[in-house]
Protein backbone atom coordinates (compact mmCIF):
# COMPACT_ATOMS: atom_id res chain seq x y z
CA UNK A 1 0.00 0.00 0.00
CA UNK A 2 1.47 3.36 -0.92
CA UNK A 3 2.01 6.07 1.64
CA UNK A 4 1.74 8.62 -0.79
CA UNK A 5 -0.29 11.67 0.87
CA UNK A 6 -3.00 11.92 -2.01
CA UNK A 7 -4.73 15.50 -0.68
CA UNK A 8 -4.79 17.46 2.37
CA UNK A 9 -8.29 20.22 2.76
CA UNK A 10 -7.56 23.28 4.94
CA UNK A 11 -11.25 23.28 6.74
CA UNK A 12 -12.64 22.28 10.22
CA UNK A 13 -14.41 19.22 9.23
CA UNK A 14 -10.95 17.39 9.34
CA UNK A 15 -7.58 17.48 10.92
CA UNK A 16 -5.92 14.53 9.97
CA UNK A 17 -4.10 13.96 6.30
CA UNK A 18 -6.49 12.56 3.57
CA UNK A 19 -4.34 9.75 1.89
CA UNK A 20 -5.27 7.56 -0.89
CA UNK A 21 -8.20 4.85 -0.64
CA UNK A 22 -6.95 1.45 -0.59
CA UNK A 23 -10.44 -0.63 -1.72
CA UNK A 24 -13.73 0.05 -3.31
CA UNK A 25 -16.73 -2.10 -2.94
CA UNK A 26 -18.54 -1.84 -6.38
CA UNK A 27 -22.20 -2.73 -5.51
CA UNK A 28 -22.93 -3.58 -9.53
CA UNK A 29 -26.81 -4.52 -8.37
CA UNK A 30 -29.30 -4.87 -5.40
CA UNK A 31 -31.27 -7.57 -7.48
CA UNK A 32 -30.52 -11.04 -5.50
CA UNK A 33 -31.87 -14.30 -5.77
CA UNK A 34 -31.62 -14.81 -1.79
CA UNK A 35 -33.73 -12.85 0.57
CA UNK A 36 -31.75 -12.95 3.72
CA UNK A 37 -33.04 -10.91 6.50
CA UNK A 38 -29.92 -9.78 7.93
CA UNK A 39 -29.10 -8.29 4.31
CA UNK A 40 -27.27 -5.18 4.59
CA UNK A 41 -28.54 -3.01 1.63
CA UNK A 42 -31.07 -0.04 2.02
CA UNK A 43 -34.81 -0.82 3.21
CA UNK A 44 -35.39 1.34 -0.34
CA UNK A 45 -34.08 -1.31 -2.99
CA UNK A 46 -32.27 0.19 -6.57
CA UNK A 47 -34.45 -1.18 -9.06
CA UNK A 48 -32.22 -2.41 -12.44
CA UNK A 49 -33.38 0.94 -14.79
CA UNK A 50 -31.35 3.11 -12.20
CA UNK A 51 -28.10 0.80 -12.40
CA UNK A 52 -24.63 2.10 -13.76
CA UNK A 53 -24.24 1.42 -17.57
CA UNK A 54 -20.99 -0.91 -18.38
CA UNK A 55 -19.07 1.99 -19.25
CA UNK A 56 -20.17 4.21 -15.94
CA UNK A 57 -18.95 1.28 -14.19
CA UNK A 58 -15.55 0.94 -16.46
CA UNK A 59 -14.87 4.99 -15.86
CA UNK A 60 -15.32 4.50 -11.67
CA UNK A 61 -12.76 2.11 -12.11
CA UNK A 62 -10.15 3.69 -13.98
CA UNK A 63 -11.00 6.68 -11.75
CA UNK A 64 -10.64 4.67 -8.32
CA UNK A 65 -7.35 2.89 -10.26
CA UNK A 66 -5.97 6.98 -10.31
CA UNK A 67 -6.74 8.72 -7.32
CA UNK A 68 -4.37 5.31 -5.60
CA UNK A 69 -7.17 2.26 -5.04
CA UNK A 70 -5.12 -1.31 -4.75
CA UNK A 71 -8.36 -3.64 -4.69
CA UNK A 72 -11.95 -3.85 -5.90
CA UNK A 73 -14.90 -6.00 -4.46
CA UNK A 74 -17.43 -6.55 -6.79
CA UNK A 75 -20.61 -6.91 -4.84
CA UNK A 76 -24.16 -6.78 -4.80
CA UNK A 77 -27.09 -8.15 -4.15
CA UNK A 78 -25.53 -10.82 -6.25
CA UNK A 79 -23.12 -9.20 -9.15
CA UNK A 80 -23.11 -12.25 -11.12
CA UNK A 81 -26.79 -10.55 -12.13
CA UNK A 82 -24.86 -8.26 -14.25
CA UNK A 83 -24.17 -9.40 -17.69
CA UNK A 84 -21.16 -7.61 -18.07
CA UNK A 85 -19.32 -8.83 -14.84
CA UNK A 86 -16.85 -10.49 -17.17
CA UNK A 87 -16.18 -7.19 -19.19
CA UNK A 88 -15.88 -5.43 -15.62
CA UNK A 89 -13.39 -7.99 -14.65
CA UNK A 90 -11.24 -7.81 -17.04
CA UNK A 91 -10.73 -3.87 -17.16
CA UNK A 92 -10.15 -3.97 -13.44
CA UNK A 93 -7.32 -6.42 -14.46
CA UNK A 94 -6.00 -3.84 -17.17
CA UNK A 95 -6.42 -1.16 -14.88
CA UNK A 96 -3.90 -2.81 -12.79
CA UNK A 97 -6.50 -3.64 -9.74
CA UNK A 98 -7.00 -6.67 -7.45
CA UNK A 99 -10.53 -8.04 -8.10
CA UNK A 100 -12.55 -9.81 -5.85
CA UNK A 101 -16.27 -11.30 -6.12
CA UNK A 102 -18.62 -11.60 -3.14
CA UNK A 103 -21.44 -14.08 -4.27
CA UNK A 104 -24.19 -15.93 -3.13
CA UNK A 105 -23.03 -18.36 -5.21
CA UNK A 106 -26.36 -20.05 -6.17
CA UNK A 107 -26.06 -18.70 -9.67
CA UNK A 108 -22.58 -19.71 -10.60
CA UNK A 109 -21.75 -22.78 -13.00
CA UNK A 110 -18.92 -24.25 -14.33
CA UNK A 111 -19.23 -22.53 -17.79
CA UNK A 112 -19.27 -18.65 -15.64
CA UNK A 113 -16.75 -20.02 -13.17
CA UNK A 114 -14.12 -20.20 -16.17
CA UNK A 115 -15.29 -17.75 -17.52
CA UNK A 116 -15.03 -15.16 -14.28
CA UNK A 117 -10.99 -16.89 -14.50
CA UNK A 118 -10.19 -16.12 -17.68
CA UNK A 119 -11.48 -12.51 -17.28
CA UNK A 120 -8.86 -11.98 -14.93
CA UNK A 121 -11.00 -13.12 -11.34
CA UNK A 122 -8.06 -13.20 -8.47
CA UNK A 123 -10.44 -14.23 -5.15
CA UNK A 124 -14.00 -15.31 -4.80
CA UNK A 125 -15.44 -14.71 -1.60
CA UNK A 126 -18.68 -17.42 -1.01
CA UNK A 127 -21.67 -16.63 1.59
CA UNK A 128 -23.17 -19.12 3.93
CA UNK A 129 -26.44 -18.83 5.67
CA UNK A 130 -25.47 -22.35 7.52
CA UNK A 131 -23.73 -25.24 7.64
CA UNK A 132 -27.13 -27.26 8.17
CA UNK A 133 -28.27 -27.20 4.98
CA UNK A 134 -32.26 -26.99 5.72
CA UNK A 135 -31.93 -24.16 7.87
CA UNK A 136 -29.21 -22.21 5.61
CA UNK A 137 -32.10 -22.50 2.82
CA UNK A 138 -34.52 -21.37 5.19
CA UNK A 139 -32.44 -18.51 6.34
CA UNK A 140 -31.62 -17.30 2.38
CA UNK A 141 -35.84 -18.36 1.05
CA UNK A 142 -34.00 -20.33 -1.36
CA UNK A 143 -34.81 -23.93 -1.82
CA UNK A 144 -31.43 -25.15 -2.93
CA UNK A 145 -28.96 -22.40 -2.18
CA UNK A 146 -26.85 -24.78 0.13
CA UNK A 147 -26.34 -27.60 -2.43
CA UNK A 148 -25.35 -25.15 -5.17
CA UNK A 149 -22.55 -23.17 -2.93
CA UNK A 150 -20.87 -26.71 -1.45
CA UNK A 151 -20.76 -26.77 -5.48
CA UNK A 152 -19.00 -23.52 -6.24
CA UNK A 153 -17.02 -24.13 -3.19
CA UNK A 154 -15.60 -27.74 -4.93
CA UNK A 155 -15.06 -25.74 -8.34
CA UNK A 156 -13.13 -22.98 -6.70
CA UNK A 157 -10.69 -24.41 -5.26
CA UNK A 158 -10.66 -27.39 -7.88
CA UNK A 159 -9.86 -24.13 -10.03
CA UNK A 160 -7.22 -23.21 -7.53
CA UNK A 161 -8.56 -19.92 -6.91
CA UNK A 162 -8.57 -18.08 -3.60
CA UNK A 163 -11.27 -19.06 -1.54
CA UNK A 164 -12.70 -16.75 1.64
CA UNK A 165 -15.79 -18.52 3.18
CA UNK A 166 -18.25 -15.32 5.08
CA UNK A 167 -20.44 -16.99 7.90
CA UNK A 168 -22.78 -14.40 9.25
CA UNK A 169 -23.90 -15.69 12.19
CA UNK A 170 -26.73 -14.60 14.45
CA UNK A 171 -29.30 -16.00 16.88
CA UNK A 172 -31.02 -18.53 14.59
CA UNK A 173 -27.44 -20.25 13.14
CA UNK A 174 -24.97 -19.20 16.26
CA UNK A 175 -25.75 -23.15 17.80
CA UNK A 176 -24.15 -24.46 14.53
CA UNK A 177 -20.90 -22.48 14.02
CA UNK A 178 -18.90 -25.27 15.29
CA UNK A 179 -19.86 -26.91 12.28
CA UNK A 180 -19.58 -24.20 9.75
CA UNK A 181 -15.90 -23.81 10.59
CA UNK A 182 -15.37 -27.09 10.14
CA UNK A 183 -17.23 -26.72 6.77
CA UNK A 184 -15.22 -23.70 5.65
CA UNK A 185 -12.21 -26.09 6.83
CA UNK A 186 -13.08 -29.39 4.52
CA UNK A 187 -13.92 -26.85 1.89
CA UNK A 188 -10.14 -25.65 1.51
CA UNK A 189 -11.00 -22.43 2.55
CA UNK A 190 -8.09 -19.65 2.40
CA UNK A 191 -10.11 -17.49 5.15
CA UNK A 192 -13.39 -17.44 7.36
CA UNK A 193 -15.12 -14.35 8.16
CA UNK A 194 -17.11 -14.92 10.83
CA UNK A 195 -19.27 -12.16 11.31
CA UNK A 196 -22.07 -11.31 13.29
CA UNK A 197 -24.81 -9.28 12.32
CA UNK A 198 -24.67 -5.97 12.25
CA UNK A 199 -27.70 -3.97 12.86
CA UNK A 200 -28.20 -1.47 9.93
CA UNK A 201 -31.07 -1.90 7.17
CA UNK A 202 -32.54 -5.20 6.99
CA UNK A 203 -30.89 -6.76 9.96
CA UNK A 204 -32.19 -3.32 12.30
CA UNK A 205 -35.68 -4.21 11.11
CA UNK A 206 -35.43 -7.96 12.09
CA UNK A 207 -33.46 -7.41 15.27
CA UNK A 208 -35.99 -8.96 17.66
CA UNK A 209 -35.28 -12.28 15.82
CA UNK A 210 -31.29 -11.83 15.06
CA UNK A 211 -30.17 -11.14 18.20
CA UNK A 212 -28.18 -13.39 19.78
CA UNK A 213 -28.29 -14.40 23.30
CA UNK A 214 -24.97 -13.40 25.88
CA UNK A 215 -24.55 -17.41 26.38
CA UNK A 216 -25.04 -17.49 22.95
CA UNK A 217 -21.94 -14.80 22.03
CA UNK A 218 -19.80 -16.63 24.49
CA UNK A 219 -19.77 -20.02 23.13
CA UNK A 220 -19.20 -18.70 20.00
CA UNK A 221 -16.28 -16.59 21.19
CA UNK A 222 -15.02 -19.56 22.68
CA UNK A 223 -15.08 -21.46 19.81
CA UNK A 224 -13.14 -19.29 17.25
CA UNK A 225 -10.47 -18.79 19.63
CA UNK A 226 -10.01 -22.36 20.01
CA UNK A 227 -10.59 -23.23 15.91
CA UNK A 228 -7.67 -20.26 15.23
CA UNK A 229 -5.52 -22.07 17.54
CA UNK A 230 -6.51 -25.27 15.99
CA UNK A 231 -6.26 -23.89 11.76
CA UNK A 232 -3.44 -22.14 12.55
CA UNK A 233 -1.22 -22.19 9.37
CA UNK A 234 -4.40 -23.65 7.51
CA UNK A 235 -6.96 -21.03 7.74
CA UNK A 236 -6.93 -17.66 9.03
CA UNK A 237 -10.31 -16.60 10.84
CA UNK A 238 -11.82 -13.04 11.13
CA UNK A 239 -14.19 -12.13 13.86
CA UNK A 240 -16.62 -9.38 14.27
CA UNK A 241 -19.09 -9.24 17.44
CA UNK A 242 -21.76 -7.83 17.59
CA UNK A 243 -21.79 -4.33 18.92
CA UNK A 244 -24.55 -4.49 21.79
CA UNK A 245 -22.55 -6.23 24.25
CA UNK A 246 -19.66 -4.50 23.75
CA UNK A 247 -17.63 -1.60 25.68
CA UNK A 248 -16.34 0.10 23.44
CA UNK A 249 -17.00 0.77 19.62
CA UNK A 250 -15.58 -1.14 16.41
CA UNK A 251 -13.00 0.51 14.50
CA UNK A 252 -15.56 1.26 11.95
CA UNK A 253 -14.14 1.19 8.61
CA UNK A 254 -10.89 2.45 10.77
CA UNK A 255 -12.78 5.82 10.59
CA UNK A 256 -15.34 7.49 8.39
CA UNK A 257 -13.97 8.40 4.55
CA UNK A 258 -10.29 7.21 5.02
CA UNK A 259 -9.53 4.05 3.52
CA UNK A 260 -12.45 3.16 2.05
CA UNK A 261 -15.06 3.82 -0.57
CA UNK A 262 -18.57 2.48 -1.67
CA UNK A 263 -20.35 2.99 -5.01
CA UNK A 264 -24.27 2.24 -4.99
CA UNK A 265 -26.09 0.60 -8.05
CA UNK A 266 -27.40 4.05 -8.98
CA UNK A 267 -23.87 5.53 -8.35
CA UNK A 268 -23.99 7.66 -5.24
CA UNK A 269 -20.40 7.28 -3.85
CA UNK A 270 -20.52 6.28 0.26
CA UNK A 271 -18.08 6.18 2.96
CA UNK A 272 -19.60 2.66 4.17
CA UNK A 273 -22.11 0.38 2.81
CA UNK A 274 -24.64 1.36 4.96
CA UNK A 275 -24.36 5.48 4.91
CA UNK A 276 -27.62 5.85 2.72
CA UNK A 277 -29.35 4.39 6.04
CA UNK A 278 -28.57 8.01 7.52
CA UNK A 279 -31.71 10.50 6.39
CA UNK A 280 -30.82 14.15 5.27
CA UNK A 281 -27.44 13.39 3.94
CA UNK A 282 -26.67 13.85 0.59
CA UNK A 283 -24.46 11.83 -1.28
CA UNK A 284 -22.48 12.84 -4.55
CA UNK A 285 -23.00 10.96 -7.82
CA UNK A 286 -20.42 9.48 -10.25
CA UNK A 287 -23.23 10.61 -12.25
CA UNK A 288 -22.08 14.26 -11.57
CA UNK A 289 -18.74 14.27 -10.48
CA UNK A 290 -15.62 12.21 -11.14
CA UNK A 291 -14.63 9.99 -8.01
CA UNK A 292 -11.37 11.51 -7.26
CA UNK A 293 -13.63 15.08 -7.12
CA UNK A 294 -15.54 13.19 -4.35
CA UNK A 295 -13.25 11.85 -2.47
CA UNK A 296 -11.55 14.79 -1.43
CA UNK A 297 -14.18 17.70 -1.81
CA UNK A 298 -17.46 15.63 -1.40
CA UNK A 299 -19.06 17.77 1.96
CA UNK A 300 -20.63 13.82 3.11
CA UNK A 301 -17.21 12.90 3.06
CA UNK A 302 -15.57 15.57 4.96
CA UNK A 303 -18.25 15.72 7.23
CA UNK A 304 -17.40 13.14 10.30
CA UNK A 305 -13.39 12.83 8.73
CA UNK A 306 -10.78 13.52 11.53
CA UNK A 307 -11.42 14.17 15.09
CA UNK A 308 -12.93 17.71 15.10
CA UNK A 309 -16.25 17.48 14.47
CA UNK A 310 -16.91 14.72 17.91
CA UNK A 311 -18.83 15.71 20.59
CA UNK A 312 -17.78 14.72 24.23
CA UNK A 313 -16.97 12.38 25.25
CA UNK A 314 -15.73 11.29 22.09
CA UNK A 315 -13.46 14.90 21.70
CA UNK A 316 -11.28 13.91 24.91
CA UNK A 317 -11.20 10.76 24.90
CA UNK A 318 -7.53 8.85 24.07
CA UNK A 319 -9.38 6.51 21.78
CA UNK A 320 -10.75 9.13 19.78
CA UNK A 321 -8.13 8.57 16.37
CA UNK A 322 -8.66 4.59 17.33
CA UNK A 323 -12.09 4.13 16.75
CA UNK A 324 -12.87 7.59 15.40
CA UNK A 325 -16.36 7.92 17.71
CA UNK A 326 -17.58 4.64 16.03
CA UNK A 327 -20.35 3.85 13.75
CA UNK A 328 -22.20 7.11 12.00
CA UNK A 329 -24.77 4.90 10.65
CA UNK A 330 -25.56 3.11 14.46
CA UNK A 331 -25.43 6.56 16.35
CA UNK A 332 -28.08 7.63 13.70
CA UNK A 333 -29.99 4.15 13.46
CA UNK A 334 -30.57 4.40 17.62
CA UNK A 335 -30.47 8.26 18.58
CA UNK A 336 -31.81 10.01 15.45
CA UNK A 337 -28.17 12.02 15.02
CA UNK A 338 -25.28 10.63 12.82
CA UNK A 339 -22.99 13.29 14.83
CA UNK A 340 -23.89 11.65 18.76
CA UNK A 341 -21.62 9.05 20.38
CA UNK A 342 -21.93 5.76 18.91
CA UNK A 343 -24.12 4.13 21.39
CA UNK A 344 -21.94 1.03 21.41
CA UNK A 345 -19.75 2.47 23.80
CA UNK A 346 -20.41 2.96 27.64
CA UNK A 347 -19.49 6.34 27.85
CA UNK A 348 -22.44 7.49 25.37
CA UNK A 349 -25.02 8.69 27.57
CA UNK A 350 -27.37 6.71 25.21
CA UNK A 351 -25.99 2.94 25.74
CA UNK A 352 -27.94 2.21 28.57
CA UNK A 353 -30.92 3.14 26.68
CA UNK A 354 -30.29 2.02 23.63
CA UNK A 355 -29.40 -1.44 24.27
CA UNK A 356 -30.13 -2.68 27.11
CA UNK A 357 -33.55 -3.44 25.39
CA UNK A 358 -32.22 -4.63 22.45
CA UNK A 359 -30.14 -7.28 24.53
CA UNK A 360 -33.46 -8.03 26.68
CA UNK A 361 -35.15 -8.74 23.48
CA UNK A 362 -32.68 -11.87 22.83
CA UNK A 363 -33.59 -13.17 26.24
CA UNK A 364 -37.18 -13.69 24.93
CA UNK A 365 -38.79 -15.92 21.72
CA UNK A 366 -37.71 -15.71 18.26
CA UNK A 367 -40.25 -13.80 16.34
CA UNK A 368 -40.61 -14.26 12.43
CA UNK A 369 -38.24 -12.06 10.32
CA UNK A 370 -39.35 -10.13 7.20
CA UNK A 371 -37.39 -11.27 3.74
CA UNK A 372 -35.31 -8.69 2.39
CA UNK A 373 -37.52 -7.69 -0.92
CA UNK A 374 -37.47 -5.36 -3.65
CA UNK A 375 -40.86 -3.76 -4.42
CA UNK A 376 -42.66 -6.39 -2.41
CA UNK A 377 -41.68 -9.02 -4.45
CA UNK A 378 -39.54 -11.73 -4.24
CA UNK A 379 -35.76 -10.28 -5.39
CA UNK A 380 -33.91 -11.57 -8.40
Not at 51 to 77: C, N, P, Y
Not at 311 to 339: M, N, V, Y
Request: some cysteine; aromatic content about 6%; charged content about 25%.
Amino acid sequence: MSDDIAHVVDDTARTTELRAPIAVLAELTHRCPLQCPYCSNPLNLEKANAELTTDDWKRVMTEAAALGVLQIHFSGGEPTLRKDLDDLIRHGCKIGLYTNLITSGVLINQARLDSLGEAGLDHLQLSFQDAEPENANRIGNHKNGQAKKLELAHMVRAAGMPLTINAVVHRQNLDNLSAMIDLASELGADRLEVAHVQYYGWALKNRPSLMPTRAQLDRATEMVEAARLRLKGHMVIDYVVPDYYARRPKKCMDGWGRHFFNVSPAGKVLPCHAAESIEGMVFDSVRENSVGWIWENSPAFNKFRGTSWMPEPCKSCDRREIDFGGCRCQAFALTGEAGNTDPACELSPFHSQMFDAAVADAATGEPDYVYRRIGGTTAG
